[in-house]
């Protein structure tokens, strides 16, 4: 069931798509102003309020339950004595005469048979053997009908469990629909003056620019969208594009990381912004916990844009179920990041994803570090995961969490933190395994140590370095998957 609903919300998300596809460019081919457009924001946010009132549905549905109802318990006793009683002589005696008696014997015998206690429910069947002459069958009789119903009660909590991830991943995609209808009314026509001057200088250059169109943003950084061919059969790369458009805007403009490495005689849209002020060098320094051959820690690194962005996730335990555990997670992370989902939806729709698809107890941590390169400012997203570091010149900064790991509850509260990155900082991400090898007594003031005595420069010799200096504290012996993350940030 839960597949079911997960493959109509993606059709559904592709047909909605679909249908802004058609209402941005059909406007483009007709010539249109894309700032006319609202109409078309309007529709498309209609989608999203649509998202959400479904989403609202499915969390106005019944909430998990604990414990069997009382209406429930009553169906226990009529199914047992339907099954037991009903042929037994004393019946009238035991649940007419007696019937308050025998209720609050079969509810502290009930009681007995939840705590799961095999030695007290022994001792509570031996003292109905002098209270019913079918004992022994209607304890057992009980203890079956008991424990089938909790299963059913077990498996309907599960059943709210994937209606409640559907849930946040409908509301999920409401967001990003709300924002994909914001983004749509920021393109607007660059002005005519400068349409015609970037036209006149790739005419030189034997391209030909059908149209030109801008992403105003926040930032107020440069985004430009050219509709361009080259003439003559001639072909020209993307990066000498940037830097013929560079000279027209005044500013080094670089190609999106999407676009196609070489123009050429088809026509063809290409996204092209602002160069960013800071470059990222990254590494990574790992270790397997002693006789297991795979790793329960995975990383990923990717950079769009605008961003760089860490993730770093320790499946519980160790070995191949851990592993998948972890990659999974950082493998959706990379993915929606890709498409432009923001670091916090990302981690709420991988959340509910681990949801939909966990075993029981299996979970995983995720941390993501998201570092704007315009800016230097570095967004901190910590679910169940260890400490960061920040290694400045003369002083080491700590980035905490105490929140849950992934896939444990519905609405995971992520720790959220921002700060300010210089030139030649550093940002070390952990697992547990590192932390826990250094002494009990203050393990986060030991590392912050370690890291400020590494002379190293390059991330990945100061991971190694780190890493060797944690294991030295162990005897060089690994009781955990270990795993050392360093990216180091440096103006252009």
């Not at 320790?314 to 959706?332: F, I, N, Q, R, Y």
């Not at 905490?400 to 509260?413: F, I, W």
């Given at each position: 069931?839960?597949?079911?609903?997960?493959?109509?919300?993606?059709?559904?998300?592709?047909?909605?798509?679909?249908?802004?596809?058609?209402?941005?460019?059909?406007?483009?081919k007709?010539?249109?102003?894309?700032?006319?457009?609202?109409?078309?924001?309007?529709?498309?946010?209609?989608?999203?309020?649509?998202?959400?009132?479904?989403?609202?549905?499915?969390?106005?549905?019944?909430?998990?339950?604990?414990?069997?109802?009382?209406t429930?318990?009553?169906d226990?006793?009529?199914?047992?004595?339907?099954?037991?009683?009903?042929?037994?002589?004393?019946?009238?005696?035991?649940?007419?005469?007696?019937?308050?008696?025998?209720?609050?014997?079969?509810?502290?015998?009930?009681?007995?048979?939840?705590?799961?206690?095999?030695?007290?429910?022994?001792?509570?069947?031996?003292?109905?053997?002098?209270e019913?002459?079918?004992?022994?069958?209607?304890?057992?009789?009980?203890?079956?009908?008991?424990?089938?119903?909790?299963?059913?009660?077990?498996?309907?909590?599960?059943?709210?469990?994937?209606?409640?991830?559907?849930?946040?991943?409908?509301n999920?995609?409401?967001?990003?629909?709300?924002?994909?209808?914001?983004?749509?009314?920021?393109?607007?026509?660059?002005?005519?003056?400068?349409?015609?001057?970037?036209?006149?200088?790739?005419?030189?250059?034997?391209?030909?620019?059908?149209?030109?169109?801008?992403?105003?943003?926040?930032?107020?950084?440069?985004?430009?969208?050219?509709?361009?061919?080259?003439?003559?059969?001639?072909?020209?790369?993307?990066?000498?594009?940037?830097?013929?458009?560079?000279?027209?805007?005044?500013?080094?403009?670089?190609?999106?990381?999407?676009?196609?490495s070489v123009?050429?005689?088809?026509?063809?849209?290409?996204?092209?912004?602002?160069?960013?002020?800071?470059?990222?060098?990254?590494?990574?320094?790992?270790?397997?916990?002693?006789?297991?051959?795979?790793?329960?820690?995975?990383?990923?690194?990717?950079?769009?844009?605008?961003?760089?962005?860490?993730?770093?996730?320790?499946?519980?335990?160790?070995?191949?179920?851990?592993?998948?555990?972890?990659?999974?997670?950082?493998?959706?992370l990379?993915?929606?990041?890709?498409?432009?989902?923001?670091?916090?939806?990302?981690?709420?729709?991988?959340?509910?994803?681990?949801?939909?698809?966990?075993?029981?107890?299996?979970?995983?941590?995720?941390?993501?570090?998201?570092?704007?390169?315009?800016t230097?400012?570095?967004?901190?997203?910590?679910?169940?995961?260890?400490?960061?570091?920040?290694?400045?010149?003369?002083?080491?900064?700590t980035?905490?969490?105490?929140?849950?790991?992934?896939?444990?509850?519905?609405?995971?509260?992520?720790?959220?933190?921002?700060?300010?990155?210089?030139?030649?900082?550093?940002?070390?991400?952990?697992?547990?395994?590192?932390?826990?090898?250094?002494?009990?007594?203050?393990?986060?003031?030991?590392?912050?140590?370690?890291?400020?005595?590494?002379?190293?420069?390059?991330?990945?010799?100061?991971?190694?370095?780190?890493?060797?200096?944690?294991?030295?504290?162990?005897?060089?012996?690994?009781?955990?998957?270990?795993?050392?993350?360093?990216?180091?940030m440096?103006?252009?």
């Amino acid at each position: 069931m839960q597949m079911w609903m997960i493959a109509m919300l993606a059709v559904s998300v592709i047909l909605i798509v679909r249908d802004m596809a058609k209402l941005i460019f059909t406007d483009r081919k007709k010539g249109k102003p894309i700032y006319d457009t609202y109409p078309q924001k309007e529709k498309i946010e209609r989608y999203a309020r649509s998202f959400q009132k479904l989403a609202h549905t499915f969390y106005e549905m019944p909430n998990h339950q604990e414990k069997l109802t009382q209406t429930e318990v009553w169906d226990i006793f009529a199914e047992v004595k339907k099954r037991i009683c009903a042929e037994c002589p004393h019946m009238d005696v035991c649940w007419k005469q007696k019937e308050y008696q025998t209720n609050q014997k079969v509810f502290e015998l009930l009681q007995v048979i939840e705590a799961g206690d095999p030695d007290r429910f022994l001792r509570a069947q031996g003292d109905w053997v002098g209270e019913c002459l079918q004992a022994s069958q209607f304890t057992g009789e009980l203890q079956k009908i008991f424990f089938s119903a909790r299963e059913e009660l077990l498996y309907r909590n599960r059943l709210i469990e994937n209606r409640l991830a559907v849930a946040e991943q409908l509301n999920e995609v409401a967001r990003l629909i709300h924002k994909l209808a914001a983004d749509v009314s920021d393109i607007s026509t660059v002005p005519a003056a400068m349409e015609e001057k970037i036209q006149k200088h790739f005419q030189k250059q034997h391209v030909l620019v059908k149209q030109v169109w801008m992403l105003s943003g926040q930032d107020e950084k440069w985004r430009i969208f050219l509709t361009l061919r080259t003439r003559g059969g001639q072909c020209m790369t993307m990066k000498e594009v940037a830097r013929q458009l560079s000279q027209v805007c005044g500013c080094r403009m670089i190609p999106s990381r999407e676009s196609r490495s070489v123009l050429n005689s088809e026509m063809k849209t290409v996204l092209f912004t602002e160069d960013v002020n800071y470059k990222v060098l990254y590494g990574v320094a790992r270790i397997t916990r002693e006789k297991e051959t795979v790793s329960g820690d995975n990383y990923a690194c990717t950079c769009t844009d605008d961003q760089f962005v860490m993730c770093l996730s320790d499946g519980m335990g160790s070995g191949v179920e851990a592993c998948k555990e972890s990659e999974t997670v950082v493998e959706l992370l990379e993915q929606f990041v890709a498409s432009g989902f923001s670091r916090e939806t990302a981690a709420r729709m991988i959340n509910s994803a681990l949801i939909l698809q966990r075993k029981d107890g299996m979970f995983s941590s995720l941390d993501i570090c998201s570092l704007n390169l315009y800016t230097g400012i570095c967004e901190f997203l910590k679910a169940g995961a260890a400490t960061t570091f920040i290694r400045r010149s003369h002083w080491v900064e700590t980035i905490t969490s105490t929140s849950m790991a992934a896939g444990l509850v519905q609405q995971l509260d992520f720790e959220k933190t921002s700060k300010k990155l210089y030139d030649g900082d550093y940002l070390v991400m952990v697992t547990d395994g590192v932390l826990d090898a250094l002494p009990d007594s203050n393990r986060e003031e030991t590392m912050k140590e370690i890291i400020m005595q590494s002379p190293e420069q390059m991330p990945r010799e100061l991971g190694r370095n780190i890493l060797e200096k944690v294991l030295s504290y162990s005897n060089y012996r690994a009781m955990d998957d270990m795993t050392v993350l360093v990216a180091g940030m440096w103006k252009k």
